[in-house]
């Protein structure tokens, strides 16, 4: 099977600009996770999607946002980017039967200026 | 919420020798551990996990342990090679589909 796919790969906005990101989870998953991956903050969940729906939601402010589509394909998005935004943000998708494992994406680099 | 602490942040060892990654959880409810290793400019993979009911796995040169009761998990890498050195990440999740808190990540570098 295919891997994750993320899409774009690079972006660079600048401050005040909104941004959306794209995933491509692996055929048969329907469960779809975001991350963002600082050098000083580490990995830290974003929010996750399954069935078009969000379960979870981490300790963002409502700046970022995202949906899933029906065939599980997700979206993030990023209104009135800040410099902090600068980060990679990773997907992750889990087969619904056994969605305790995730498997990344490659990531979109995203820097603000 | 759940905190994971991960040590030590940077590990050095030759090839051929053993590395261990320790991690500690705060959350007694969370049942899942996986292990993620990260090389340079590459996506996080699944390279091992353990489940709460579970106190030891292997695959091949990997390993993983957990202490439910001192609530913390080890990785150990046995004969390592260059290949192996990269990011490793720890973390834990409490259910399906729930968020997986990370450790801040160990450097390892296998020299030859």
């Known amino acids: 099977k295919a891997g994750v796919t993320q899409t774009p790969r690079y972006l660079i906005k600048t401050r005040g600009q909104q941004v959306t990101l794209s995933c491509s989870p692996i055929s048969g998953h329907r469960s779809v996770s975001w991350y963002q991956q600082t050098p000083g903050q580490g990995l830290q969940f974003l929010f996750e999607y399954f069935s078009e729906t969000q379960r979870n939601k981490g300790n963002f402010p409502g700046r970022f946002s995202g949906r899933q589509f029906s065939n599980s394909r997700s979206e993030m998005n990023v209104s009135t980017l800040e410099l902090g935004d600068s980060a990679l943000y990773l997907c992750a998708s889990s087969p619904a039967d056994r969605s305790y494992e995730q498997y990344f994406g490659p990531g979109t680099r995203l820097t603000v200026t | 919420g759940e905190n994971v602490e991960q040590h030590p942040s940077t590990l050095s060892v030759q090839e051929g020798d053993s590395a261990v990654i320790k991690c500690t959880y705060s959350?007694?409810?969370?049942?899942?551990f996986p292990w993620y290793k990260q090389e340079l400019g590459k996506r996080p993979q699944l390279i091992i996990d353990?489940?709460?009911?579970?106190g030891e796995k292997k695959d091949q040169r990997i390993a993983v342990t957990l202490n439910k009761t001192a609530k913390h998990f080890s990785l150990h890498i046995t004969e390592t090679q260059p290949e192996d050195s990269a990011v490793y990440f720890c973390?834990?999740?409490?259910?399906?589909?729930?968020?997986?808190?990370f450790g801040k990540g160990t450097t390892l570098s296998v020299s030859s």
């Open positions: 353990i489940r709460s009911n579970v």
């Open positions: 959350d007694s409810a969370s049942n899942y």
């Open positions: 973390a834990a999740s409490k259910a399906a589909g729930t968020a997986l808190i």
